[in-house]
């Protein structure tokens, strides 16, 4: 399975983003998925997770219900809209597959961007 994050970009803080990710080389309809940031000199770290069915997310408290993760399975495709950026939000964002609670995905993809200025 490969992951494609795309959707990225640099935005003013306050503003919006939905970031996408496709998935390819097999169906990921029933597997988790979620996305993790990577901050300029920190650790990767989680940000939300979404079930195979969509029925059940998972947030990083942090977050304070800014961003939604959604997924439309039919396509393989997970997106993450992210409302009132901030910029601290401002990380490479990468999307994962794994097992539930994905802590520890086994499938990656390559980050995209997000600059968030203030």
């Known amino acids: 399975v490969q992951l494609q994050a795309s959707g990225g970009g640099l935005v003013q803080a306050g503003g919006s983003l939905m970031l996408s990710c496709a998935a390819s080389g097999r169906s990921v309809s029933r597997i988790p998925m979620g996305w993790f940031r990577q901050a300029p000199g920190q650790d990767r770290e989680f940000v939300a997770a979404?079930?195979?069915?969509?029925?059940?997310?998972d947030y990083t408290d942090s977050l304070s219900g800014r961003f939604t993760i959604s997924r439309d399975s039919a396509k393989n495709m997970m997106y993450l809209r992210m409302n009132k950026l901030k910029p601290e939000d401002t990380a490479v964002y990468y999307c994962a597959a794994g097992n539930w609670p994905l802590r520890s995905p086994h499938i990656w993809g390559q980050g995209t961007l997000v600059t968030v200025s203030s």
């Open positions: 979404i079930n195979w069915s969509g029925s059940n997310t």
